[in-house]
């Protein structure tokens, strides 16, 4: 006989980007919810590239050997030179996009399967495996993803009639998404100052940009980069523009979940509320650092970074942790 939290647990699908600020906070709320619910399930889908850092996050938890869930490697592996698998995770605007149609694909080509709990394909086995008899209940899709992966989703429900939450993967530089999303300037709203910017003749596109979304020139470059990267204007601005006025469209059919590290408080979340938009913040999802892991190792970055400290202006910085 099936329990009642039996019947009430829920399958929760994630599909998160590559890059590691997106897809590192995923794992680690699976064990989360685990722990909350013990009769739950749930599915990952992963980067195949990525497979070296996500499998030392995955064994922490004992995740890989847990029934409950399923990891499915998606996409191509990537090799250095001397024709070895790459164990690094990229964060660069091209490996973004990368991951970005990966996303796109691999949802066209498995979500019905995943619904229906049918065998999918896993690009590290090389091999067809398993997937959860129950079709999952609550759907994750990375924000960046949400003009196309939402409607792929939301057709293939309608098609085999199931209800499913969409949620959309807001961590790191998605919550400045959001608040593009919600935070009108000047009592204008985004979507209002980035057509001002596109009327703009091309020798103006710069000056008018930074009129009207703010200035993005005082960019700090670290040496030896370090993990989390912060900044309120992206270095690629034109290509966050398109995926932030693609995303609002579909924000009012979605709940915006928002991980680790970011917390946009109560001020947030009712401009949200005003505009139809569902927003939900579950806060931290990495264990807590030790001091000796979260030190700064002597050398070029800590004296950069300890210079800034006391500087003023352009060269400065702040610690985030």
Known sequence: MTSTSESNAKHYLFVPQGIRGHLRPAIHTIPNLLARSPNALATILVPVGHHQPAVKEFQ????????????VYYG??????????????????????????????????????????????????????????????????????????????????????KKVS???????????????????????????????????PEEDRTKVYN????????????????????????????????IVLGCIPVLPRATMVHSWPSFLGQEY????AELGIKVLQIGAQLPDHSEKEAALVDGPLKDFLDKALIKKGEDSVIYIR
């Not at 030896?224 to 990267?229: E, I, K, M």
């Not at 979340?269 to 949200?272: P, R």
Request: glycine share 4%; aromatic share 8%; with cysteine.
């Open 166 to 200: 969409m949620a959309l993967w807001t961590p790191i530089s998605g919550n400045y998404t959001a608040w593009c999303a919600c935070d009108p300037y000047q009592g204008r709203a985004y979507r209002h100052r980035v057509e001002e910017m596109f009327k703009a």
């Open 60 to 71: 922490e938890y004992s995740l890989d050997t847990d029934e409950r869930v399923k990891i």
């Open 76 to 161: 191509s592996k990537e090799t250095e030179t001397d024709g070895n698998d790459k164990s690094h995770a990229k964060t660069n605007l091209e490996g973004m996009m990368v991951f970005f149609n990966d996303i796109v694909k691999v949802l066209e080509e498995n979500y019905e399967k995943i619904m229906k709990g049918e065998p999918i394909y896993d690009a590290l086995l090389n091999d067809e495996v398993s997937t959860h008899a129950r079709s999952p209940d609550v759907v994750l899709v990375e924000v960046q993803t949400t003009p196309f992966s939402v409607p792929i989703c939301e057709k293939i429900n309608e098609k085999l009639g």
């Open 211 to 242: 009129e009207q979304l703010g200035e993005n020139e005082d960019v700090v470059h670290v040496p030896d980069n370090a993990f989390h990267v912060f900044e309120a204007q992206p270095n690629q601005p034109d290509n966050f523009i398109n």
């Open 269 to 272: 979340k009712k401009a949200a």
